[in-house]
Nanobody, 124 residues
Framework: QVQLVESGGGLVQAGGSLRLSCAASGSTFSRYTMGWFRQRPGKERELVAALRRMGAFTYTADYADSVKGRFTISRDNGKNTVYLQMNSLKPEDTAVYYC??????????????WGQGTQVTVSS
């Protein structure tokens, strides 16, 4: 059973930056599709960004339109960790951010393993 542990949330002013980290268990992490999702108050959980393996050393990234150009997803397979660098944060980015994994390497909408979530609050 894959386990995910997120860290890096907190309170930041609008225009600031945060980096979220998600450490995953398992010996085949490089094959996992990894994603970041968020749930804003009163809203459903939504995709923020995801990385899916396309080849031995190639991954493709998907981003929500609302974060393109501001957020960057990356991974360090040697550390079994995926990151979300968030720049130019806006108050509307305030949400609980969840790390997710599909150990079978499918598309991001097949992600079924979740971390506990980390709160990101952006003040105006």
């Amino acid at each position: 059973q894959v386990q995910l542990v997120e860290s890096g949330g907190g309170l930041v002013q609008a225009g600031g930056s945060l980096r979220l980290s998600c450490a995953a268990s398992g010996s085949t992490f490089s094959r996992y599709t990894m994603g970041w999702f968020r749930q804003r108050p009163g809203k459903e959980r939504e995709l923020v960004a995801a990385l899916r393996r396309m080849g031995a050393f190639t991954y493709t990234a998907d981003y929500a339109d609302s974060v393109k150009g501001r957020f960057t997803i990356s991974r360090d397979n040697g550390k079994n960790t995926v990151y979300l660098q968030m720049n130019s944060l806006k108050p509307e980015d305030t949400a609980v951010y969840y790390c997710g994994a599909d150990p079978y390497g499918g598309t991001w909408n097949g992600i079924s393993v979740w971390g506990q979530g980390t709160q990101v609050t952006v003040s105006s």
